[in-house]
């Protein structure tokens, strides 16, 4: 079965500067994709980015990058130009194709991301 | 274009009482989803539909049923609500077009006095 794991319950970082949040997950598949969803105070699960497992080059969307290590199966999240709106619960995620398990993701424990003015 | 909807957004119900949580999605989704959240925990998958007329257990199934008689539709049912099924409980869903990416609704923040 697949674990999520993420080591750090709470981080905090002043507006503007760069943080990096941890996530190692364990799956004997080679084919899988990886996500890291975003949950600010409204509750509402919104997806910061995504990776597919085949694709070697990390993914990036706008201030938000991965660093993507298959063999080491780490996933970090890299927050640059951290802003207060940045504030919220972070949650990495893994997911088997659609056609093995439907889809199914399995989350980390999350962690508390606090940027401060 | 609504996405996924959960009705109700919040409930209390007493040991023992039953209720009904209805997650609809608007863009023909074929994969829906039922998590939960607790404190201190990541989403648990509770059960998940693959279609219309199929339903399957995922991780924490015990005490739940669910119902996917509608494509649009997915049905979450407590039969004997127990204080530990107080929770926050999100629908998904997803389409075979998609990129692998789940749609979640707004969720429902359930306690069992």
């Known amino acids: 079965a697949q674990t999520v794991t993420q080591s750090q319950p709470e981080m905090s970082v002043q507006e503007a500067e760069t943080v990096t949040l941890s996530c190692t997950y364990d799956?004997?598949?080679?084919?899988?994709?990886l996500f890291w969803y975003k949950q600010p105070p409204s509750r509402q699960m919104i997806l910061v980015i995504r990776?597919?497992?085949?694709?070697?080059q990390n993914a990036t969307e706008n201030r938000f990058s991965v660093n993507f290590q298959k063999a080491a199966k780490s996933f970090s999240l890299k927050i640059s130009d951290s802003q207060l709106g940045d504030t919220a619960m972070y949650f990495c995620a893994f997911m088997s194709p659609l056609y093995n398990q439907g889809g199914k993701l399995i989350f980390g424990q999350g962690t508390e991301l606090s940027v401060k003015p | 274009n609504a996405g996924v909807t959960q009705t109700p957004k919040f409930r209390v119900l007493k040991t023992g009482q039953s209720m009904t949580l209805l997650c609809a999605q608007d863009?023909?989704?074929?994969?829906m989803y039922w998590y939960r959240q607790d404190p201190g925990m990541g989403l648990r998958l509770i059960h998940y539909?693959?279609?219309?007329?199929?339903?399957a257990k995922g991780e924490v199934p015990d005490g739940y049923n669910v119902s996917r008689l509608k494509k649009q539709n997915f049905l979450l049912g407590l039969e004997s609500a127990a204080p530990s099924q107080t929770s926050v409980y999100f629908c998904a869903s997803q389409g075979l077009a998609e990129l692998y990416e789940q749609y979640f609704g707004p969720g429902t923040r359930l306690t069992v006095t």
């Open positions: 539909s693959v279609g219309e007329g199929t339903t």
């Open positions: 863009m023909n989704h074929e994969y």
């Open positions: 990776q597919e497992a085949y694709k070697q």
């Open positions: 799956t004997s598949e080679n084919n899988y994709y």
